[in-house]
């Protein structure tokens, strides 16, 4: 499976949000506010909704259920 953010899901920010870095992806282009993506490592992973992306490249996310995901209808297509 294709991860789309590699992020450390123990991390928060200050208002208790993941994050993770910009250069953690290899698309760029399908990390944008209200995205759903695969967040994590190939082992320990979960859905996330992305909330922002800062001009210096951190990603703030939180974290979704599969169901969440699915209906949401934006999924970013891991390939």
Sequence with gaps: MKIDLRADLNREDDDGLGWALLSGTDRPEIV??????????????????????????????????????KASGQLAEAG
């Design 32 to 69: 944008r506010p209200d995205a759903a993506l695969r967040a994590g490592t190939e082992k320990f992973w979960s859905w996330v909704r992305v909330t922002s992306v800062d001009e210096d490249g951190q990603v703030h996310f939180r974290q979704i259920t599969a169901a969440e995901a």
